[in-house]
């Protein structure tokens, strides 16, 4: 079992910045790639980016030169750095985890970002 818990959550302005965090509990030595998705009103939900175990990263074209995904594993936490951010980046973030021992999916809650003037 894998536990995940995002923050970082916030209300910004057209080209401002947010870094959201994702904390792992549970049996966090079987983690493998770790992801952010998210997901607007009415839309599907959406890969941002994800990390694999040994720091390989790739992301959405939407994102991509403006959004960073990191990861602390001696913290257990995987983190989503935001720039440059634009209205149609409002959405909830979500991180998973994929475990490699079942390739079991992990999801957190949920965070809020709201990008507007």
């Known amino acids: 079992q894998v536990q995940l818990v995002e923050s970082g959550g916030d209300l910004v302005q057209p080209g401002g910045s947010v870094r959201l965090s994702c904390a792992a509990s549970g049996s966090i030595s079987s983690i493998g790639t770790m992801a952010w998705y998210r997901q607007a009103p009415g839309k599907e939900r959406e890969l941002v980016g994800f990390?694999?175990?040994?720091?390989?990263?790739n992301y959405a074209a939407s994102v991509k030169g403006r959004f960073t995904v990191s990861r602390d594993n001696a913290k257990n936490t995987v983190f989503l750095q935001m720039n440059s951010l634009k209205p149609e980046d409002t959405a909830v973030y979500f991180c998973?985890?994929?475990?490699?021992?079942?390739?079991?999916?992990?999801w957190g809650q949920g965070t809020q970002v709201t990008v507007s003037s």
């Open positions: 990390i694999t175990k040994s720091l390989t990263t």
């Open positions: 998973n985890a994929r475990l490699l021992t079942t390739m079991t999916l992990y």
